[in-house]
């Protein structure tokens, strides 16, 4: 692909590790977010620009000249249709040649999360479209656990004994950039992408545990107390559902299957939960959230 590759969310986590991937391929990349100068200070040799998910005007602009799109719903949007889908609209009208959507796992036949609206949205756009579809990301533990981690010494959700093979952002960032690479071969298909081991949140607290020498507990909420936590803790109304709607439904299974695809797509072994932990170790020590 010549034309470049717009990384939406590029300041985030996910996005930031697609920058990379997509980098170390040697595909053009154009990183989008909120805060453009913030970004080209951390991506300097990139080409930034500034797009928001609640500023139509951004979307023209930002599409401008790109030839691949790397879409993800920040946590905080539920609201799609003006948003992530009317980005799709507009990708279409600006010869976007292929767009790869970051999903969730069952996000297909769950009609309840956004990512479904999104999913039907842009297989009926007529762009060429691969879905991607992981599971729980390893990197939770330094974004939606890392306070009560810090604060509590406790992972706290609502998960029962629900099991969950995490995936590292850092290995879908490799997946984003060998779909790209090869657009022929991927378009038109979801995969389903997750670790390679399946664990509940008691062996999912023994890893940081170990690797920081001192005990993490994992304490199971009920529905109702962990909304009220993730209030308490400031998050919007939209964002506290979606994420008690991921977290309980691993009670009934729906994270809990293990999937060879990702392996398959790297061509080596998934990283870990030990080594997203062990790398990222002093993360747990500082109230200031790491960057990653």
Known sequence: MIRPVLVTGASGNLGGAVVRSLIAAGIPVRAAGTNAPGLQRTFPSVDVVHLDFHTPSTFGPALH?????????????????????????????????????????????NRVVPHHRVETHLQASGLSWTILRPGFFAQNLADAYRSDIIGDDRIYLPAGRGRAAFIDVRDLGDVVATVFANIEAHRSTGYTLTGAVAVDFREVAEVPTSELGRPIRYQPASVLAYMRHLKGQGLPSPQVLVQTILHTGLRHGQAQRVDPTLAALLGHPPRTLQRYVHDHRTTWSSPTPATF
């Open 65 to 109: 000249g790109v030839g691949g799109l790397f879409l993800l719903r920040p946590p905080a949007i539920a609201a799609v249709g003006p948003t992530l889908n009317a980005v799709v609209d507009v990708a279409k009208q600006a010869g976007v040649e292929h767009v790869v959507f970051s999903s969730v796992t069952g996000a297909d036949t």
